[in-house]
């Protein structure tokens, strides 16, 4: 059973233009989730992370957006660059005071920005 | 500030070996967690160790096992390789404390 369902697979936008990559959860105990930004050959890098006591939240040209109703949360990258394309993965786990549980992630999107 | 370094970097090997795969945490965190990568499946959950203790487990077969030293640097072992082990193993730490993993760059294993 997939906990974090993600889309795109795949995304190709215009270089300055808004990327959108949307999650969906199923579990309503996580009250953590993570964007992570993977190049190839390279581990995944925390981009930005949002808790569900806020509906948005942003850092420089990337913004998280959730609904904890609806049990989604998007990632908007605005003015998208070249130099963000990557693969890109939605994540979520919940804090315990023994320890987070694990990261469940979703599958991830091929972010392409072309010129 | 050193971050979480895996090695070897890269790694062939034969169906049925076994293989032993190293990371080293951040300096200060206690946590380290492996995960495996393939095209199929995305990033799985392995196993988490924290102050040596295995605290959670994924769903992977036996033959997938891993420790934590005192010095919070982990290895997982992979007995009786098969051809769908081929993956990036990665391995992340956290301070046990926070939310946030910080990710090596990972171990890409080929089974041949």
């Known amino acids: 059973q997939q906990q974090v369902k993600q889309s795109p697979q795949s ?9 959108i990559i949307n999650c969906a959860y199923e579990n309503t105990a996580f009250d953590y989730f993570p964007w992570y930004q993977q190049f190839p050959g390279k581990g995944p890098a925390l981009l930005i992370a949002i808790r569900p006591d806020v509906s948005e939240k942003k850092e420089g040209r990337f913004t998280i957006s959730f609904n904890k109703s609806a049990k989604q949360f998007s990632l908007h990258i605005m003015d998208s660059q070249p130099g963000d394309s990557a693969t890109y993965f939605c994540a979520a786990s919940k804090f315990r005071n023994s320890g987070n549980t694990p990261l469940v992630f979703g599958k991830g999107t091929r972010l392409s920005v072309i010129a | 500030k ?4 895996q090695t070897p970097r890269y790694l062939i090997k034969t169906r ?57 640097r982990s290895e997982m072992n992979v007995s009786t390789l098969e051809l769908g082990d081929s993956a990036l193993y990665l391995c992340a730490s956290n301070n046990g404390q926070s939310y946030g993993y910080t990710f090596g760059s990972g171990t890409r294993l080929t089974v041949v």
């Open chain 1, 11 to 19: 995304l190709i936008v215009q270089k300055g233009g808004i990327s």
């Open chain 2, 2 to 5: 050193a971050g979480v370094t």
């Open chain 2, 16 to 72: 049925g070996q076994q293989v032993t795969l190293s990371c080293s945490p951040i300096s200060g965190h206690r946590s380290v967690s492996w995960y495996q990568q393939t095209p199929g499946q995305g990033l799985q959950f392995l196993f988490e160790y924290f102050s040596e203790t295995q605290r959670n487990k994924g769903n992977f077969p036996g033959r997938f096992s891993g420790r934590q030293f005192s010095n919070s």
